[in-house]
């Protein structure tokens, strides 16, 4: 079973109709029972970071999260999600993130000729052998919609880049940590494959 952290924070149903078009039952929850013992759990988002950690520290998800992943649990951020898993964003100064893996939020640069946010589609540099990207070609293009973006502080961690106006970390992938700044379930043929691949981890 495939839980969804419900605690919400927008794009819930996409990312839920995305995983029932590939076979899926997902569960979207915020039930602490339910999260442990799901076989993969996975924490969509959209919109500010210091208010999705509010909410997450609201409905005592945060300690929940921690476990989940300590458990070895293949578990998926979406967006917000990603940023979420970082030590702090520029966004929200003074609030910590989730630390699930080193490393910061910044915003984009104002760069003339390029508009903040980042909407649309861009191209993925994908870094060979990595699993949420098997069978996927480096240059598929997928869909972001972010003011923000990741500076990873181990670039071990980062499984795709992309470019904008300056090349960012636009995935990461760490045992069994999975993160997309883009939103595989609005990126088409090639953003289903990516949740295949994480519906068939082992």
Not at 48 to 75: N, W
Not at 77 to 82: E, K, M, Q
Not at 117 to 142: C, E, Q
Request: charged share 25%.
């Amino acid at each position: 079973m495939i839980a969804i952290i419900d605690y919400d924070a927008g794009n819930l149903k996409s990312v839920e109709k995305a995983l029932t078009a590939l076979g899926e039952k997902p569960v979207v929850s915020r039930d602490k029972e339910l999260l442990l013992s799901a076989d993969k759990v996975i924490l969509p988002g959209v919109g500010s970071f210091g208010d999705a950690m509010e909410k997450l520290h609201q409905y005592e998800l945060v300690d929940v999260i921690h476990l989940v992943v300590s458990r070895g649990t293949p578990f998926l951020g979406i967006c917000l999600g990603l940023q979420l898993f970082f030590e702090s964003s520029g966004e929200s100064e003074g609030v910590r993130g989730l630390s699930l893996l080193p490393g910061k939020i910044v915003r984009f640069p104002d760069t003339p000729g390029l508009k903040v946010p980042h909407m649309g589609w861009n191209r993925l540099d994908i870094k060979p052998g990595t699993r949420l990207f098997k069978g996927i070609d480096s240059g598929a293009y997928v869909y972001f919609v972010h003011s923000y973006y990741l500076e990873a502080g181990r670039e071990s961690d980062v499984a795709a880049s992309a470019s904008y106006g300056i090349r960012f970390g636009a995935s990461v992938e760490r045992e069994n940590l999975f993160a997309c700044q883009f939103h595989p379930e609005k990126s088409g043929d090639t953003g289903l494959n990516i949740l295949k691949n994480f519906i068939e981890l082992t």
